[in-house]
Nanobody
Framework: QVQLVESGGELVQAGGSLRLSCAAS????????MAWFRQAPGKEREFVAA????????SYADSVKGRVTISRDIAKNTVYLQMNSLKPDDMAVYYC????????????????????WGQGTQVTVSS
């Protein structure tokens, strides 16, 4: 089993920055990809970014490209999401997720492939 714990969500003004963290524990050797998704009230959970833990390949949703950076610290089993120039549309609960094993990179944004999920961290952006 794998446990994922997010942190770092808080209230921030539009235009501000925030860094989210996701710490993995348990059978972390079975994790090859980690990703961030988000869910706003009344909307479906959507992909934000993903990273391969070995090669550092990254993938981003078009809505966050250029404003968001995903990174990892393998020694700490932790993935980060640096978000800059935050907008009210970025307000959501942000979830960390990991699939079982690896996946084809072109499917990194496919929510259905992720089986491990954290409890989420709330990001609130005031305009």
């Amino acid at each position: 089993q794998v446990q994922l714990v997010e942190s770092g969500g808080e209230l921030v003004q539009a235009g501000g920055s925030l860094r989210l963290s996701c710490a993995a524990s348990g059978r972390t050797s079975s994790i090859y990809v980690m990703a961030w998704f988000r869910q706003a009230p009344g909307k479906e959970r959507e992909f934000v970014a993903a990273i391969s833990l070995s090669g550092g390949m990254t993938s981003y949703a078009d809505s966050v490209k250029g404003r968001v950076t995903i990174s990892r610290d393998i020694a700490k089993n932790t993935v980060y999401l640096q978000m800059n120039s935050l907008k009210p549309d970025d307000m959501a609960v942000y979830y960390c997720a990991a699939p079982r094993g690896t996946l084809r990179w072109q499917y990194a944004a496919s929510r259905s492939l992720y089986i491990y999920w954290g409890q989420g961290t709330q990001v609130t952006v005031s305009s």
